[in-house]
């Protein structure tokens, strides 16, 4: 198929529409493992813990500079956040009409999750560097409850993250999962 650019900056033929690259999915889906990892399998103080937790925090670092570097042209880049009072008036019409733009990628609320997230989980890789490489705050109970907190928290982002993408999906009518899992979403 003839792949052109779209004057909504995604990629597309006349079924397919690119949404996310390998990078952002990869970053995405090691994600997941990580924080799957690190809240319901190791136990906190572990070395895997603290392995897993740098692997994490390396993936936002990554997924950070992607997002800063791309251009327009990328849904992956950051300069499509719009977190514009139009923006989320926009989308939630959208969702009244169940007709969820298919050439976007993340909406308003999804861009605010994203980047709650992020300072979740650089927080909990900054907290978690301080309780282990700092020797004056190994077993700081301060710090250890404030690494818990943002890992409570984070769970409940994601159960958010979750319930939400098959929410929206459905009422807006839209590929949501599939894009995350192939790049691409059906028109």
């Known amino acids: 198929m003839n792949q052109q650019p779209s ?57 950070l500079f992607w997002g800063f570097t791309r251009t327009k042209a990328s849904l992956a880049s950051f300069k499509h956040i719009d977190l514009s009072k139009r923006a989320f008036k926009t989308h939630l019409s959208e969702l009244k009409e169940r007709r969820v733009n298919p050439e976007h990628g993340h909406n308003p609320f999804g861009w605010l999750m994203v980047c709650l997230i992020v300072v979740l989980l650089l927080g909990l890789g900054v907290t978690g560097f301080l309780m282990e490489e ?47 899992l192939t790049g691409r979403r059906k028109r």
Request: proline share 2%.
């Open 134 to 180: 700092i020797d004056a705050l190994f077993g700081n109970s301060t710090l250890e409850w404030i690494h818990s907190i943002m890992a409570d928290v984070l769970y409940g982002c994601v159960l958010v993250h979750i319930i939400a993408v098959f929410a929206v999906q459905h009422a807006g009518n839209i590929q949501l999962l599939r894009p995350m």
């Open 7 to 63: 004057h909504q900056t995604s990629i597309h033929t006349d079924h397919v529409i690119v949404i996310w690259d390998i990078l952002v999915r990869l970053c995405h889906w090691g994600l997941v493992a990580a924080f799957i990892t690190n809240y319901f399998i190791v136990e906190p103080g572990r070395q895997i813990h603290e392995i897993v937790g740098y692997i994490a925090t390396a993936l936002v670092a990554v997924r």
